[in-house]
């Protein structure tokens, strides 16, 4: 991982006699299709210096989106050189993995599969090939100045000229100029834009439109187009924001992208496929947020460990020599890390089963068959919810664990935190994904209500709201800790909690006049978001139980062993922190609350022993993880002091704010007259 | 608040009718005697363009450094003319209120009041006069590389040399390097130098002294004074923070502070007074930072309430004519935001009893009385670390309530957010403050169990602890809806989850060894830092209260109302996300969940009404808000769409990025060579 010799000496007895092979435990994180894939990206990238992202602890914002289209450039070359995005896996895995953000990646996810998902045969055969081979550089344009989640609301519009048989293109508006667009500002030559499409005086709602915005010979902006960056960000600053203001700007009648629709020459308006299908690009897209999540977090995990174990602080009362202890020694550390480096594994995992989910309802709605369409919209938008949340606010945790250092750029994972921020927000906010996830599963209740039991419903992540046993609510369990060390136990809680989470809302929904009743939906919004995170995490202590499954199955224990005491540690955590929902559904005692906390801390404890190997099999790079605390040679105080080398500040000894200002300071007299500033 | 004519049609019927008075409640916020001086700044600052600080949104992190400099400079200059140093209560005031982090905020702080507390008489009026008319500037050097909250292991050392009589000062490896030090890099003159004392090969341990790094004349940096910027941090950019090598530095002996001891010209080393008085300035620092904590709250709720607002999304279901409502009346929304509003409130007036606590701690520790120190250390590391964390929390509440545009830093919020989470980890993380004063409140069982009733226990911050009656434990309170709307049973319920979280640990931790056991501490330290967290609620809600009989006392009904309202919904909130820990005391009954869910939403719903109202109240003007989205005027999308016009990428069409990289995406070809980057 290093080149160097130093290996700090805590690192190094960390490392002594693994209990387990650390290629297999990575086997095990990733699954065994995508490890080999992800293993050749990691050694691709690990020895690229064009990919070492140090600049980003002291460049200023408009260098930082200069280097960042460096980054972008060497990554286009890669993929030509390697035929990286032959492999649709690899793509989404490259996006974390360059470890910063750019508009290309928003070219190869966005605007190729939006490509991909609208285009008509014929308009695929053009775009597709000029996108793949970068011939054009395109994002998506959808959100504007005052419209975000209500796509319904958007301004822009397209109007058909019947005459020169084209779309004329206007944002009438302050509020409808296109904004936040990725990559749009400066980096684009193309965008998909979402207009209300008008023919005759009839508006037919919002469609998707290919739109050139720069010349593709000099990147001169378009007449009519003007393109502006929305200033800037508290992070995500590789990628230029753009604004986008269009008048009367024509496009011929075939931009509109036609596989769902069609526009004749005399403008009339077909229907050709069913619209479901455009269901498919926005689960899609978080579908990747949710495969990403884990990889994010472990890369701030990794960081927050590795330097826990090379900071010492305070010497322990007990301690002779009084040698100060490894911070990762601390109860109160562990208590905070360990579940998150157990959340991390489990995020990856769950993302992978949410991608087979995605690819079987896939591979049926290209057929025009939906069954699929309602389990993997509550997935998708209830795992992008939470588990956003729970990364950022995992990431944060991670800083802090890092003391003050963690508030350093050169830490890493201050900059992992503030560019990671945005996906709580983007594609559908919390709330907002927590309101759609959580009617669906009122829908639930309602069809055993009705006695109708769907197809496929006792398979799916909604089953246990099918086989709920109404009568157990009335039964307190009293947990014992052989129950709090299985995982069976813990699924039967997780459930419970959930049903009577869900079951309960929709009483009250009801009882207070529900769905016809807008205040009733009103009342118990707050109420789904709570039982989006109690769907969300139930259906990851699901897959961390299956992944334990496979793993006895294949005799693979060591690996097992190391795993199921994270997993417990996060489910513990969990337990914990949502204990009075557990209550309140009678899944656990009052009692309960310190046993619960013993054997949290006990999980913590044992598996704090591999934690540093653990943070190894991620396989993160120095180059990925672009943190003077998480470096794999644990050499951090000198990191961090050659980091202020880069720094403008200490090009020289007296600053001009001395010259400008801090003189006057300290000699008002200097200053015969205070100009005017 | 500001001189446009344009107000928000939403904001202005807000605004309608007000059912209190604005100023009375602004009275009520800040105090009777603090509101006039506070107005009288906040009118100062308001309309003073040199404090707008517009520049934050969009300039590089050096030039941020430079204009706070500039600000300091403006700051300086007031209060030369307007004698703001003579009131120190306006000193902690104008810290927050000029919106910007700067050097001289340190010098105001850290430094002068370090030399108030640790000079002895002589000295104090060498250094006093020149610090008050900033003819130094100077700030504090405690923090080294690789030593933070461990102060006994600070590394930099002050020799005594008899023969010159003077001290010889070093920093003797890598990791002994002063770091983080704000203000050192660039800006400052002195610092406070926290050093171990040697004398004759006797290590004294780690004592205060005055140095000077900079020539008075030109700034440059003395003789064997190393001084470096540390690096970019993720906010908070206004303020150098250095790092300070030295190299056999010569100091006079005179240098050392002297308030507590003595070193004469032979060496011989002389304690004069109590160290306890050391505590003052920790506990000083800790105090302005709870101080503060709402105010830094308020700043950013002011925002979210605002544009919640003014932002509309989404038609009500039951709506006929189909406008989309405003954000502010979704339950959701009311939930996250309302508690806070009150919080920010709650915070501010728990601030000023801290004050006072402190200041008769204060008065008495000059006398060498130290019969308050137990009780104010233990009310300030439980407030700074709860406080801080809460704030910082709530903060990043109010900036993802903003939706999308939160990120920008033109929102002012994640300017507050990164800005602001310093805060939570300096001077005492919250793990560490929490050990210590969970460690005061196991104490108070000892003292109970042994007898020991201190005298002054029953009137302390701990006098449930005393009171507390064991057996009421075993009954479980059936909550009613009185119960929840009367504080003088919220009280009793934090007390009790207070009082048995803290007799269930000494229990725990008496039964794992107790004090003696290294391995029983290390086991309790999570559930101190949740004891913590229920200590410092107690105290809050215990505020509310007599914030809101005084109201009562002085007839003041309608703003006694609407504190209610806010206060309620923050004790409710509570009392919602700590439910399991009131279960566990039985201070409630599991079925109450859905009840205390019930009122809560009751309470923000009707807290909601005034929002608006009482968020003006705090009588914050544009320049402190810094925010698009927060104007008095609700003009948030001119002002976004303006504030492009600052971006540097905004200056050119094609932008550097084209021609150095993105140009050879689109055009392999133009590069022959590809040239070694």
């Known amino acids: ?71 972008a450039e060497e990554l286009a070359h890669l993929a030509r050189k390697h035929n990286l995005l032959d492999d649709p896996e690899l793509v989404g895995a490259l996006q974390v993995m360059v470890g910063e953000e750019m508009f290309l990646l928003l070219h190869l996810t966005m605007f190729m599969c939006t490509l991909e998902a609208m285009c008509n045969e014929e308009q695929a055969k053009h775009w597709m090939p000029l996108a793949r081979d970068f011939r054009i550089l395109g994002t998506y344009a959808q959100t504007e100045l005052s419209h975000g989640s209500n796509v319904s609301r958007l301004e822009t519009e397209a ?287 309602g069809n055993r209500m009705a006695g109708n039991i769907p197809s496929g419903a006792l398979t799916s992540s909604v089953r246990h709201l099918y086989t709920f046993d109404f009568d157990s609510v009335s039964e307190v369990a009293v947990v014992t800790k052989e129950d709090l060390l299985s995982f069976n136990w813990m699924i039967k809680a997780f459930e419970k909690r959930a049903c009577v989470l869900v079951y309960m809302t929709a009483q009250r929904f009801s009882s ?28 990851v202590v699901r897959n961390c139980l299956s992944s334990l499954e496979q793993l006895q199955r294949e005799g693979q224990q060591p690996v097992q062993r190391v795993l199921e005491c994270l997993f417990r540690s996060l489910a513990l955590a969990w337990l914990d922190d949502h204990l009075a929902e557990f209550l309140t559904a009678k899944a656990a005692d009052v009692e309960s609350h310190t046993l619960i906390k013993e054997t949290l801390a006990d999980a913590c404890a044992e598996a704090r022993k591999t934690a540093v190997l653990v943070a190894d099999s991620f396989g993160h790079s120095d180059n990925f993880l672009n943190s003077a605390l998480g470096r794999y040679d644990g050499d951090v105080y000198r990191a961090l002091f050659d980091s202020t080398k880069l720094d403008s500040l200490n090009q020289q000894d007296v600053s001009e704010s001395y010259k400008l200002y801090i003189q006057y300071i300290l000699h008002p007299e200097r200053k015969t007259a205070r100009p005017k500033l």
């Open 159 to 445: 109007v058909f000229d019947e005459e020169t048989d084209e779309f004329v293109l206007n944002t009438p508006s302050l509020t409808a100029r296109k904004w936040w667009v990725g990559g749009l500002a400066k980096s684009c030559t193309h965008c998909i834009l979402m207009a209300r499409l008008k023919i005759k005086g009839k508006d037919w709602g919002v469609h998707p439109f290919i739109l050139q915005v720069r010349d593709l010979n000099d990147h001169k902006s378009l007449p009519g187009v003007t393109l502006l960056h929305i200033g800037q960000k508290i992070g995500y600053q590789g990628v230029d924001n753009g604004s986008l203001h269009l008048k009367n700007v024509r496009i011929p009648r075939k931009n509109l992208l036609m596989r769902f629709c069609e526009v004749d020459r005399d403008g009339t308006y077909r229907t050709t496929r069913s619209r479901k299908l455009l269901y498919s690009t926005l689960t899609f897209t978080r579908k990747q947020i949710i495969r990403s999540a884990g990889a994010h977090l472990s890369r701030s995990i990794v960081v927050a460990i590795r330097y826990s174990a090379v900071r010492r602080q305070f010497a322990s009362p007990g301690d002779v020599d009084g040698a100060e202890q490894q911070v990762l020694n601390y109860s109160t550390t562990q208590r905070t890390l360990l579940p998150l480096l157990g959340m991390s594994i489990a995020f990856i995992q769950t993302g992978q089963w949410t991608d087979e989910l995605y690819q079987a309802f896939k591979a049926e709605a290209d057929r025009d068959v939906f069954d699929k369409l309602e389990e993997v919209h509550l997935v998708t938008s209830c795992l992008k919810a939470y588990m956003t949340l729970a990364a950022a606010e995992g990431i944060e945790q991670c800083r802090r664990a890092c003391g003050g250092h963690g508030y350093l750029q050169a830490s890493g994972v201050s900059l992992h935190l503030v560019s990671y921020l945005p996906q709580v927000t983007y594609e559908g906010d919390f709330v907002i994904l927590s309101l759609q996830a959580g009617r669906l599963l009122l829908k639930v209740v």
């Open 512 to 539: 207070l006049g529900g769905p016809s009743s807008a205040s009733a939906f009103e009342a118990i919004k707050v109420d789904l978001t709570k039982m989006t995170v109690a769907h969300a995490q139930l259906l």
């Open 1 to 71: 991982m290093t080149d160097g010799k130093y290996i700090n000496e805590d690192l190094k007895r960390e490392r002594e006699n693994p209990p387990f092979d650390l290629e297999a435990l990575a086997v095990a994180i990733y699954g065994k299709e995508m490890y080999p894939k992800l293993n050749k990206l990691q050694r691709l990238f690990a020895k690229n210096e064009n990919l070492d992202l140090r600049h980003t602890w002291s460049c200023d914002n408009k260098t930082r989106y200069i280097l960042a289209c460096r980054i």
